[in-house]
């Protein structure tokens, strides 16, 4: 466009100027000059567009096969990574192999790892089920002669049987008094009578000598039914306190032998997957007539158990080179997927019952606290007696609750059992 505007101008400028031709040219032929400029003009024109489009379509080509050159090394790159990925399966194969490997001899040792552990939770349990420390003291209470919440049974016993009873009648019964109470006291301390009567002595004590004083009111014309009504009345206080200690007892013992069962069917389980685990890696094994102990002991610790796998690879090297393949097909190496799960179950048991072992002993220590609470009204010295029994307590179910979580420990159940690769 800017040729074509330089020659219209230049064509004005002829025509405006034209006295200084020569006298020959006319108008006519400087208009003729100025058509075949102007079509000159437009065929430059023509021609330059044509030009700026050819080099349009240049530069598109130039694009075009500048993305064709982008995609040609994408391309080989692509093919580059691929063959590097190609080369890394190879080799991921044969790690793959070893890492499995690896991973089927530490599921196997450290399950090993683990059934020590739930042994040993196992024994502590069941030898938790042994009489106790605090256990001997709460059967103390149930003596008549104890004298440790303030009041001995066996000296309530007399006192009530002279006021009530006797009421200084020295030919009670026909017979000396003193004979009578001699009697009545060698019934409450007597364990043979105590061991067939009740398996709560101060119970029986009292069933025994409310038995005598039958006798006595049936023989003794001085001895009324009221007067047995108000020494039975009396005895009431002492019976609900005993009770309240046999029903304590009695409740703790139906807990535990609960506990007892549901630990006897457990080995049961452990048994079979201790057995399963020990076949497994030792099919060669005799195992008739040994317990779980011995088992584990001969043929399942965790060191023993590494150098048995360790020469099995041996059995798989060709060449200084383990052969993976072979030895993952080895059935002695084998790890079952439901192994995993059977031991999470016996570690959720073994945590069952521990605590609820704890929670059978609190529950107890709560209730005799209670029945001790409700003694004070037997007592002779202000509460005092009863109060120390219960601190007494108090600090030996605390000792009776760390010593067994420390035998059971129950923490290294659960530590091993999370060694165990679950992959």
Same mark, same amino acid.
């Given at each position: ?76 790159n ?22 499995r ?16 552990y ?6 502590a ?29 066996s ?10 009873i ?13 004979k ?20 709560v002595?101060g ?23 009221d ?28 807990? *535990?032998?609960?506990?007892?069962? /549901? @630990?006897? +069917? ?7 997957? &201790?057995?399963? $685990? ?43 080179t383990?052969?993976y393949?072979?030895a ?5 190496l ?29 529950n ?10 409700e ?17 007494? *307590?108090?600090?030996?179910?605390? /000792? @009776?609750? +760390? ?7 129950? &923490?290294?159940? $659960? ?5 165990i690769?679950?992959?």
């Amino acid at each position: 466009m800017n040729i074509k505007n330089g020659l219209l101008t230049l064509g004005l400028l002829m025509f405006f100027v034209g006295s200084s031709f020569a006298q020959s040219d006319t108008l006519a032929e400087l208009y003729k000059s100025y058509i075949e400029l102007y079509n000159n003009n437009q065929a430059m024109t023509k021609q330059l567009e044509e030009l700026n489009a050819s080099v349009l379509t240049v530069d598109k080509k130039v694009g075009e096969i500048n993305e064709l050159e982008g995609r040609v090394t994408n391309l080989k790159n692509d093919l580059n990574t691929n063959l590097e990925r190609v080369n890394r399966l190879t080799q991921n194969d044969v790690f793959t192999k070893k890492t499995r490997l690896e991973t089927q001899k530490a599921k196997i040792v450290k399950t090993a790892s683990f059934v020590s552990y739930s042994i040993n939770s196992f024994n502590a349990i069941d030898q938790a089920f042994a009489q106790t420390d605090y256990m001997t003291d709460i059967s103390s209470l149930n003596n008549p002669n104890n004298e440790e919440l303030g009041f001995s049974l066996s000296d309530e016993i007399e006192r009530m049987l002279e006021d009530i009873i006797i009421k200084d009648n020295k030919k009670f019964n026909g017979k000396n008094a003193k004979k009578f109470l001699e009697i009545a006291t060698n019934v409450v301390k007597d364990p043979f009578v105590s061991a067939f009567t009740s398996s709560v002595p101060g119970l029986s004590a009292i069933e025994g000598v409310l038995g005598l004083v039958t006798n006595v009111v049936v023989k003794e014309d001085n001895v009324t039914v009221d007067d047995y009504k108000a020494f039975k009345k009396e005895m009431e206080k002492f019976i609900n306190h005993y009770n309240g200690l046999a029903k304590a007892e009695n409740n703790l013992t139906s807990n *535990l032998g609960n506990l007892e069962m /549901r @630990l006897e +069917a457990l080995r049961t389980v452990m048994n079979n997957y &201790v057995l399963e $685990r020990v076949r497994a890696v030792h099919p060669e094994a005799d195992l008739t007539g040994m317990d779980l102990n011995q088992i584990v002991a001969t043929y399942y610790k965790p060191l023993d158990l590494n150098l048995n796998i360790e020469s099995i690879f041996e059995e798989y090297q060709e060449n200084g080179t383990l052969n993976y393949t072979a030895a993952l097909a080895d059935d002695r190496l084998a790890y079952p997927f439901y192994a995993i799960n059977q031991a999470q179950f016996i570690k959720q048991e073994l945590e069952a019952l521990n605590n609820e072992y704890i929670s059978s002993y609190r529950n107890f220590h709560r209730s005799i606290k209670k029945v001790l609470i409700e003694s004070k009204a037997l007592a002779k010295d202000n509460d005092a007696a009863v109060d120390k029994k219960i601190m007494d *307590l108090d600090e030996k179910l605390e /000792r @009776l609750v +760390a010593t067994f979580e420390k035998s059971v420990a129950i &923490v290294n159940v $659960r530590t091993s059992l999370n060694e165990i690769p679950t992959f």
